[in-house]
């Protein structure tokens, strides 16, 4: 006879099973996007308690604020200058470290330390290679090359490129590893008949690489465009906005509306503003590079 309750006990059983993540995800993850998005209607004073439903006027009011403006701004050149840099450098140096040279193992370890290391001991000691008199400062002036008088990171023109420098230096050996992971399930036999047809390291590159790594190619565009439209502890640490703003991105913004201000409300627009634009660029990026593109189109 036919178990009319296997289907239901199976579902209880694997609820059970997932009841520990879902509980997290609804504490820690829905609840607190659920409750952000309520309060970015509201004009809620954590200081006082009182909570004024104002409907869409936070989110009105940051497209004429020239700070929030300015700080988009920032963001999306944080984004395009590092972006591109670091998954171009990460790539040429996966494909340096995955051929067979002498001491391979001890290159591909430290291009990855600089990952390992907390994002504000790195920041700290950038901002002494940055500072005025700082080594950096010093060098460039032994060898005939001016640099601002009040060092890189208190100067408007040079502090936003100085911390993408450095976001650059400490992101590439994550990104190469990933890359060189991809590197390594590219089947041998491929370059060997490339090879045997006389196709040049540039066509193998062309046809056969950069086909079969496109997954993670997409894989880390994405999740770095991410995590620098996210950029925060670089400039609370090193410029906290500055100079004149220069430095200020979206979650920095986020950061003081909410807790120096006290302005939640705001603050949670200025977040779901950034949320929708980061979800626009990632949409964008996956189309571009055919993420969305069926087997039947690809061999169309």
């Known amino acids: 006879m036919k178990d009319t309750y296997a289907p239901y006990r199976r579902l209880t059983g694997t609820l059970g099973l997932l009841s520990p993540w879902l509980v997290i995800f609804a504490l820690f993850w829905l609840y607190p ?30 497209f004429i604020d020239p700070e929030f403006l300015q700080a988009l701004k920032n963001t999306c050149i944080f984004v395009i200058g590092t972006v591109p840099v670091t998954t171009a450098i990460a790539l040429i140096l996966a494909l340096g470290v995955n051929r067979k040279l002498p001491f391979r193992g001890l290159f591909r370890a430290g291009y990855f330390v600089p990952t390992l290391t907390a994002t504000v001991v790195v920041a700290l000691v950038f901002m002494h290679l940055y500072a005025q008199g700082g080594y950096l400062h010093t060098l460039a002036r032994m060898i005939g090359i001016a640099q601002p008088d009040r060092g ?16 650059i230096w400490v992101s590439v050996g994550y990104y190469m ?13 491929l370059y060997d008949e490339a ?42 640490v090193m410029t906290q906005g500055g100079p004149v703003g220069a430095t200020s991105t979206v979650v920095y913004f986020v950061y003081r509306e909410g807790f120096e201000k006290f302005r ?14 980061i979800l626009l660029v990632s949409l964008i990026q996956a189309r571009l590079l055919g993420f969305f593109r069926s087997t039947g189109d690809e061999t169309a």
């Open 177 to 189: 590893l990933l890359f060189l992971a991809a590197l390594q399930q590219v089947p041998r036999e």
């Open 264 to 277: 939640m409300g705001y603050a949670s627009a200025a977040a779901y503003v950034l949320f929708f634009v």
């Open 195 to 236: 090879e045997l047809s006389g196709a040049s390291s540039w066509q193998k590159f062309r046809h056969i690489t950069l086909p079969l790594i496109k997954p993670i190619t997409l894989y880390v565009i994405l999740i770095n465009t991410i995590k620098s439209f996210q950029i925060f502890t670089e400039i609370f």
């Open 152 to 167: 890189l990171l208190l100067t408007e023109g040079t502090a936003l490129g100085a911390v993408m420098v450095m976001d």
């Open 33 to 62: 996007l659920a409750h952000s998005a309520y309060l970015s209607l509201t004009n809620y004073n954590p200081l006082s308690g009182t909570t004024e439903l104002i409907g869409f006027k936070h989110y009105l009011a940051l």
